[in-house]
């Protein structure tokens, strides 16, 4: 079927290595950022996030970085695999908001 | 989390036609969301879907395309009117409860011809 990102940036990456994708954001007053994982055919499914309060945070293999002083959040893959191929958006909220905005998006493709 | 389920998954429709998109949630939510995300392109929100009020839309989007219902707090709809080729696009719904990630459907590929 037609693939989610056919125009956005892409990032290709050797299995095994480290992958890093970055997301520049706008809005000063944004506390909660978001990485989200898009698949072919499906939506977004949630990665990891982060509060303002802090700027790293890490999970199972992922780990994001807030720099809010240049307003930029990095997503970190270690050991990519082949099921990490996809593409990855980041969103923010701001303060007291509920509504979830996202960034450009970036395809990563994973080489075996 | 709460599951959410949209149906169609996906359609081909006649411009000038309509098409209603259903968004069910497994449990009770506070928010629901509608985007749209154009072939090759980032997650736009059309509206907030407000239950027991109008949704709240987004620039660019206006009620009169994009009817929205929200009966209760587990259900919505997005229509969307007058379909042109440009309308062609994913749309997906999501919800929120409380002060975390919000949730997606797995969308609805909508191509117009």
């Known amino acids: 079927g037609e693939s989610v990102g056919l125009h956005l940036p892409t990032l290709s990456v050797q299995e095994g290595d480290n992958s890093i994708i970055n997301c520049a954001y706008s809005?000063?007053?944004?506390?909660?950022f978001i990485w989200y994982k898009q698949e072919s055919g499906k939506g977004p499914q949630f990665i990891i996030d982060i509060r303002s309060n802090m700027d790293k945070r890490q999970g199972q293999r992922v780990t994001v970085l807030l720099n809010k002083t240049v307003k930029h959040l990095s997503l970190q893959i270690a050991a990519t695999q082949p099921g990490d191929s996809a593409v990855y958006f980041c969103a923010e909220r701001d303060s007291g908001g509920f509504k979830t905005i996202f960034g450009a998006g970036t395809r990563l493709f994973v080489k075996a | 989390s709460a599951v959410i389920s949209q149906k169609p998954s996906r359609d081909i429709c006649q411009r000038g036609t309509s098409l209603t998109i259903q968004c069910q949630v497994d449990?009770?939510?506070?928010?629901m969301f509608w985007y749209r995300q154009q072939p090759g392109q980032s997650l736009t929100l059309i509206a907030t879907a407000n239950q027991g009020s109008e949704a709240t839309y987004e620039s660019g989007f206006v009620i009169d395309k994009f009817p929205i219902s929200r009966p209760n707090l587990t259900f919505s709809t997005l229509t969307v009117s007058n379909l042109s080729p440009e309308d062609s696009s994913i749309y997906l719904c999501?919800?929120?409860?409380?002060?975390?990630?919000?949730?997606f459907g797995q969308g609805t590929r909508l191509t117009v011809v």
């Open positions: 449990s009770q939510v506070t928010m």
């Open positions: 999501s919800d929120l409860q409380g002060n975390t990630e919000a949730f």
């Open positions: 809005n000063s007053a944004s506390d909660y």
